[in-house]
């Protein structure tokens, strides 16, 4: 059964930082394409970085020079690092796994900037 855990999320004010972790169990993630998502209130949901198995990565531009996506093969767990928060930053953020064996959603960790 895989089972995608995040953690790291918060209230933190404009201008902080945070790390979110999303731990997998289950599947290997290094093997699977990972990635961020972000939904506010009253929006549609949006990719926000992505790391292939090969360790491209990509952002949507909004977060391009502020966040970071990496993975920790040996914890089997990928993060997303946020600098210089802002308040449109505000979201549940979800991780994603994506594998020949299926797609998978974690539960989703709020994140509040506050200004």
């Known amino acids: 059964q895989v089972q995608l855990v995040e953690s790291g999320g918060g209230l933190v004010q404009a201008g902080g930082s945070l790390r979110l972790s999303c731990a997998a169990s289950?599947?290997?993630?290094?093997?699977?394409?990972m990635g961020w998502y972000r939904q506010a209130p009253g929006k549609q949901r949006e990719l926000v970085a992505v790391i292939a198995p090969g360790g491209s990565t990509n952002y949507v531009d909004s977060v391009k020079g502020r966040f970071t996506i990496s993975r920790d093969n040996a914890k089997n767990t990928v993060y997303l690092q946020m600098n210089s928060l802002k308040p449109e930053d505000t979201a549940v953020y979800v991780c994603n796994l994506n594998h020949a064996r299926g797609n998978y959603w974690g539960q989703g960790t709020q994140v509040t900037v506050s200004s």
């Open positions: 289950g599947i290997i993630v290094s093997m699977s394409v």
